[in-house]
C-alpha cells in the first residue's frame, strides 16, 4: 500500500477528534461528552452544541472526569473525556490504570495539547511523556493520528471499538494530506511511501515531515519506506519487523520525548525480531518551551531535517556493517552535513 | 503447631426486605463469621474496617433498600461501589450471604485466580462486584457516574449506594466526586461514610484531619445525616432519609456519615487502628468466632 | 494592515509601604497597561484573570504586605505563589514594577527562551518566579510546602501568600492542600482566592458550581474573609486581618475571598469569560490602553 | 568488575530503604519525611520513631505530598515521601512532572509496593507501568535496587545527590546477596558476573535470579553476563553497549511490564549503538492479581527459568545470524525445553 501524498492545507488534528465526536454522536444515541474547561480548545465543543443533552461540564477536575467516565460507561454509555494530554493522561494516570484499564471498561479520552507544536503557552502544556505511560497499560488502544482526516477516522474508530481507548492529537494546524480512500485500521501500520534503502517510522506530525523527508532523500536516489503508525497500541509489529527485514535501517519521528515512545516500542520489536541500526528523532530528554510551534519544531530537532540526516546516519551504520561499534555519535544537524560530489548533503 | 481448626461456613442465606433490629444483629454476626473466616483462611487482608462497617452493610443488602436480585445480578438494580476497596472481605461475606455466589467460594479469598481478589476486581466476574477498586478515592467517582447515568440519561430510577472510609476522605479526588454529586443534583445517589476514625498510621484526626465532617460535607451539597453505625434503628432512619430524598427528587444528593468502630464485634480488635490491614491468627480467630456466638471445639494441639 | 503601534514601556517601579486608595489606583493602572502592552505583543495568552487580579497584586507588592527585596530577590522574603500559572501576565508585570527585572524584558513574554514562559517556568530563574506553575491545583500545595518549612522547622517567621483561581478549586489537590494547611495550623499561610466566577467555558457557577464558597473554606478550617477584590481598603483589611492571625499566631490559616470582576479596567473584557484566554488584537490594546490612561496616536494605516 | 554472590539470606528492599533514611536524617538536618500513611509498610516509620520532628504526615494525598515536598524543597529541605508506586509515581504523575521534574527541586520519592511480588493484594497495588513513565521524565534519576543492601545504598545516595529522584522497592523479602563492597554508583550498571556468551540485563530482584540463571547455564558451559542496571535514568549506556559488542546476545529482566521499562531503555541504547538481539521477560502487558508472591512469579514469569530460556532462544538467534527473520515466536517455557545429549535443556 504506497500513494504519492500531496499537501491538501492545514488543518488541527484537533479539529478532526471534534467532528468524528459529531458523527459518533449523530450514529450512537449512548455517546456522551464530559468536559474538562477546554472543550473549545480540545473542540467537543462542536459536539457540545450539536447534543447539549449529552453533554456534562465536569469541570477541571480530569481525576473525577475520567473515573466519572468509567461509571457512565459500566451503565452502557460510551464516554468520552478530553482534556490536554498533560490533564487526561498524567492528572489522572492512577485513574486511568485502575478505573478504566483494569475495569477494562469502554472509556475513550481525547488528549490534546500534545508535543512541542503546542507553542506559547510552554512546557507544562506541552506533553512529551504519555505514550511511554499509556502503552504499557493493558488492554488500552493508543493512536496518533497523522492528520486532521486521520483524526477524524481514529476518533470514529475507537468510538465504534469496545474497551479503552485514547487518541492523541495536537494544538497546531499541521498539513492535512491523507484522503477519504487513505487506508485507516486501528492496530495496522500504514505504508505511506514504498522504499527498500531505509523506512521512516513515524506518528502524529512527524508522519508529513517524514514523506518530506523522503522526497528530499529521493532527490539523491535513495529511496525511503514511510510507515505511519498511527495505532501505537497494539502495534503492528509485522510491518516494523518487514520494514527492517527488507530495508535495514530504520529512523523513528515522534513528537515525544525519544524514549520510551513510538522509538521505544520499534526498538523492542526490532531487537525481537530483526535487529537493525536505528536512529530516533524526538524530544532529548528535556521539557519544552514558549515559541511558535514553527520555531520550536526547528529548535528542538523535529523537522524533516533531522529525519533526513538521521536516515542517512543510519544507512551509513547499515552499510558499514552495524555490527560495528558506533562510538555513541549523535546525529549531525542537517546544515552540517558535508556537501556530496552531486551537491546533495551526505552523512 | 499450629492451631488450626476446620473452617465451616454455614450455608445460610438471608432475603432483603424491612426488618426488625435483632434480625440485622443475627445477620451481621454471620457476616462477621464469615470475614473472620476468610481471613484466617487467606493468611492476609483487611479486618478492622470490615468489621466495623458490617452493621451498614447488613442494613444496606438484608433492609430493603437495595434493590437487586441474587441470583441474576446483572438485571436492572441499585447499585453499590465500594470505593474503600480494602474492606472488601465485608462485600465478599454480603454478597455470598445474599446468595450471589457459594459461601465455600470464601475459602478463596486472596488466592491466585480467585474471584475474591485482594481488592476488588471486575475482571473475575463475581456477581455483585460492579466495579474495580482499590486505590482509594475512584470508587465514589465511578458511582457519581454511574448516578448520573440513571439521572441524567436513562431515567429508570435507581439508586446508587458508595462507600468510602474516612481516611479516604484525605484523597482530593473525594471532593471532586462531591462537588459533582451536588452539581448535578444526584438525589439518587448516597454516600456513606465509615467513620472510625482509624487509619493505617493512626487515629484520622492524628494523621490528616478532616474535621469537621458535617461542615464539609454539607458545604460540599450533601444533605448529611449522623448515624451510630452499630445502631440499626439509626441507620434504618438514615437510609429511609435518603430513599424519601431520592423519591420527592430533593435535588441534593445524601451523605450517612456513620460512626463506627474498627472492627467492631470482636473484642481486642475494638477501636484499634493496628487491625486496620491484619488478618487474626488462627488462635484469634478462634476468639473472635467465639465472641460472635460460634465455638470452635479445642484442636488437638492447642 | 494591521494598526500595530509602538509599545513603551514606562520604566516607572514602585516601592513597597503602606499606601492609600489613590496610590494603588495609579499602581494598578501602570500594571493592567503593562499586561495589555505584554500581551498585544506576545499575540497569544491570557488577558481576563491578569486583569481581574492586578489589584490584589497591586496591594501585596506595593503595600507592605510581602517583604521582599526587589533588588536582591533570593535574599530572606516572604513567598508568593501563582497558583493560577496562566494569570502570569500580571505576575511579571508586577514584578517588573518592583524593580525586580527591567520593565524592557515584558517585551518577550511568551517568546522563545524568554525567562517570561507562557506559564511560570522556575528554570529562567526570574526573579520573584519562585516556582514552576500552570497545572492547576499544584501552586497551593507548594505554598503549602513552604509555610510548612517555615512554621514546622526554620520558623524565621516568614509568610506565603497564594492565588489560585476559582475554577481551579474544582481540582481535588486543592482541598488536599487545604486540609493539610489547617491540619498544621499554618497562620503563616494565606489563600487568595480570585473569585471572578469566570473560567473558560463560563461562569464557574455553570462549569461546575463550586459555591458555597466561604463555608468550603470555613469548613475546610479556614478563617475566611471576603473582601472586594477591587477595593483597596477591602483588599488591605483582609490583609491586615491575614498579618494578624500570624502575628497573634492563631493558629489558623487565611482565606481572602476576593470578588474581582474579570478583565477588570477595559470595557469591553470585564465579566465576559471570553477573555480568560485571548490577548487583545492591537486594535483593542489601543482602546484598553486608553481607557487605562494611556493615548496611543493614531498610527498612519488606522 | 565481577565476583561470585552467595545468598546472605532474605529481606526486603524497602527495610533497606526505611534504614538509608534513618542514615541520612543521621547525617543531614535539613532531611525530612513525609508519610502517606503507609509508613509502616515503607518503613519511613523507622525516620519518624527517630526523628519525630523532621517526619509529618500527609495522610492518603500523595498529590499534596509530594507538592508540598516541592515547596520544602524550595525551602531548603531534602523532602522524602513514600508510598506505593501506584501512588506515588501515578496518582501524582502530573505533580512529578510539573512540581518536581520541571521544577527540578530535590525531592525525593520512594515508591513500594512495586511488581508482582507484592503478593495477595492484587492487581491495583502491584504496580507494573511507572518505570516507563519515570524514565521519560527529565531530570529524573530513577533506581531499581536489587537487593536490601543496594536500597540502602541507593537511598543514601539519591539523598546525597541533587535534584529530583525515586527509588523503587518491593514488598515481600527477596533474596539479599550483595557486601557493603559491591559496587554501587549512581548512574552507573554493574556487572555482576562476567561472561561473554549472551548478556543478562536485570533490575531490582530479577538480578538474582539472572544469577541463578547464569549459574544453571554455567552448567552447561554458557558463560553468561550479568549486568545489575540499578540505575534506569541516567542510563550507563556504555555498559550494554560493551554487552551487545562481547556478548552478542541479549536477555532483558524486570518486574514491570515488558514494554516501555528496563528492556525498551536497553533496546533503545542497542539499536542505536550496537543491535543484537535481545529477549525480553517481564511481565507481558498484562495486570498481576492476587497469589503468594512465589507463585506469582512462577504464573507470570519472572524466575530464572525463563531467563534461562530466554537466554538460549537469543544465543540462537544470534548464531543462526540474527539478521534471519524470527517469525515473532515466544520463548517456550522452560519445562518444555528439549533435553539435549548432555541433559540439560537445550533452545
Ligand atoms: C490512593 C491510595 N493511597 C493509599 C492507599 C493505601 N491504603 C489502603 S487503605 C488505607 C487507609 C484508609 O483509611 P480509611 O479510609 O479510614 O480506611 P480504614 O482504615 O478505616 O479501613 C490506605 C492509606 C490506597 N489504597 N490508595
Ligand atoms: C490541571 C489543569 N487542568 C486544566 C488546565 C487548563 N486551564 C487553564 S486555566 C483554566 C481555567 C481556570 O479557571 P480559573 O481558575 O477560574 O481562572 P480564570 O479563568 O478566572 O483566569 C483551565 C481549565 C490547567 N492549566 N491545569
Ligand atoms: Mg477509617
Ligand atoms: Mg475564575
Not at chain 1, 196 to 211: I, P, Q, T
Not at chain 2, 104 to 129: A, C, F, V, W
Not at chain 2, 228 to 253: T, V, W
Not at chain 2, 284 to 295: H, M, S, T, V, Y
Request: with cysteine.
Amino acid at each position: 500500500m504506497s500513494e504519492p501524498f500531496t499537501l491538501r492545507g492545514s488543518k488541527p488534528t484537533r479539529q478532526g477528534f471534534g467532528e468524528g465526536l459529531v458523527v459518533l454522536g449523530e450514529r450512537y444515541d449512548n455517546v456522551v461528552v464530559l468536559g474538562g474547561d477546554i472543550t473549545g480548545s480540545v473542540m467537543t465543543s462542536l459536539f457540545k452544541e450539536r447534543f447539549p443533552d449529552r453533554f456534562f461540564s465536569i469541570g477541571v477536575a480530569e481525576q473525577n472526569a475520567t473515573t466519572i467516565a468509567a461509571g457512565l460507561a459500566l451503565s452502557g454509555k460510551i464516554p468520552f473525556f478530553a482534556s490536554y494530554g498533560a490533564f487526561c493522561a498524567l492528572r489522572n494516570a492512577d485513574q486511568l490504570r485502575i478505573s478504566v484499564c483494569y475495569n477494562e471498561v469502554n472509556v475513550k479520552i481525547g488528549g490534546g495539547h500534545a508535543g512541542i507544536s503546542v507553542g506559547p503557552d510552554g512546557a507544562t502544556h506541552q506533553v512529551l511523556e504519555e505514550i511511554a505511560y499509556l502503552r504499557t497499560l493493558p488492554h488500552m488502544t493508543l493512536v496518533v493520528p497523522c492528520d486532521y482526516l486521520e483524526a477524524k477516522k481514529a476518533t470514529i474508530a475507537i468510538g465504534e471499538m469496545v474497551g479503552p481507548a485514547y487518541i492523541r492529537f495536537g494544538r497546531a494546524a499541521v498539513p492535512f494530506f491523507t484522503r477519504d480512500d487513505t487506508p485507516f485500521e486501528l492496530g495496522k501500520a500504514q505504508v505511506f511511501r514504498d522504499g527498500s534503502d531505509v523506512a521512516l517510522v513515524a506518528c502524529g506530525a512527524m508522519v508529513w515531515e517524514s514523506l518530506v523527508a523522503a522526497e528530499k532523500l529521493a532527490q539523491r536516489g535513495i529511496r525511503a519506506r514511510v510507515i505511519n503508525v498511527s495505532t501505537i497500541k497494539p502495534f503492528d509489529v509485522q510491518t516494523i519487523v518487514d520494514a527492517a527485514r527488507q530495508c535495514g535501517a530504520i529512523v523513528t519521528a515522534e513528537e515525544h520525548q525519544v524514549h520510551a515512545g513510538l522509538g521505544g516500542a520499534v526498538a523492542e520489536v526490532v531487537a525481537k525480531n530483526y535487529p537493525v541500526p536505528i536512529e530516533f528523532v524526538g524530544v532529548k530528554d528535556t521539557f519544552g518551551g514558549s515559541g511558535e510551534p514553527e520555531e520550536l519544531m526547528e529548535k528542538f530537532g523535529l523537522t524533516w531535517k533531522e529525519i533526513y540526516a538521521a536516515a542517512l546516519v543510519a544507512m551509513e551504520r547499515r552499510d558499514r556493517g552495524f555490527i560495528g561499534y558506533r562510538a555513541v555519535k549523535e546525529v549531525p544537524r542537517y546544515e552540517e552535513l558535508p556537501i556530496g560530489s552531486d551537491g546533495q548533503p551526505v552523512a | 503447631m499450629s492451631a488450626e481448626f476446620p473452617i465451616v461456613f454455614d450455608p445460610t442465606t438471608f432475603d432483603n426486605r424491612r426488618r426488625q433490629p435483632h434480625e440485622f444483629a443475627e445477620i451481621a454476626r454471620m457476616i462477621r463469621r464469615d470475614i473472620i473466616k476468610s481471613l484466617v483462611l487467606a493468611g492476609s487482608g483487611h479486618s478492622g474496617g470490615p468489621l466495623g462497617s458490617t452493621d451498614i452493610f447488613a442494613v444496606l443488602y438484608f433492609g430493603g433498600y437495595m434493590r437487586y436480585n441474587p441470583h441474576d445480578w446483572w438485571t436492572p438494580r441499585d447499585r453499590f461501589v465500594l470505593s474503600a476497596g480494602h474492606m472488601c472481605p465485608v462485600l465478599y461475606a454480603t454478597l455470598a450471604n445474599t446468595g450471589a455466589f457459594p459461601k465455600e467460594e470464601l475459602r478463596t479469598l486472596r488466592k491466585y485466580n480467585s474471584r475474591l481478589q485482594g481488592h476488588p476486581g471486575r475482571d473475575m466476574g463475581l456477581p455483585g462486584i460492579e466495579t474495580s477498586t482499590g486505590s482509594l478515592g475512584q470508587g465514589i467517582s465511578i458511582a457519581v457516574g454511574m448516578a448520573m447515568a440513571d439521572k441524567l440519561l436513562d431515567k429508570n430510577g435507581y439508586r446508587v449506594f458508595t462507600l468510602t472510609g474516612d481516611g479516604e476522605l484525605q484523597e482530593g479526588s473525594v471532593w471532586e466526586a462531591a462537588m459533582a454529586a451536588s452539581n448535578f443534583k444526584l438525589d439518587n445517589f448516597c454516600w456513606i461514610i465509615d467513620n472510625n476514625d482509624c487509619q493505617i498510621d493512626g487515629r484520622v484526626h492524628d494523621v490528616m484531619n478532616i474535621y469537621p465532617l458535617q461542615d464539609k460535607c454539607r458545604a460540599f451539597g450533601f444533605d448529611v445525616v449522623t448515624a451510630n453505625g452499630h445502631d440499626y434503628a439509626e441507620l434504618c432512619a438514615a437510609f429511609d432519609r435518603f430513599i424519601a430524598n431520592s423519591e420527592q427528587r430533593c435535588g441534593k444528593p445524601t451523605a450517612i456519615i456513620a460512626k463506627t468502630l474498627m472492627g467492631k464485634g470482636v473484642s481486642f480488635m475494638e477501636d484499634r487502628y493496628e487491625w486496620h490491614g491484619k488478618p487474626p491468627t488462627w488462635e484469634q480467630a478462634r476468639i473472635a468466632l467465639g465472641e460472635l456466638g460460634e465455638d470452635i471445639p479445642e484442636s488437638v494441639e492447642a
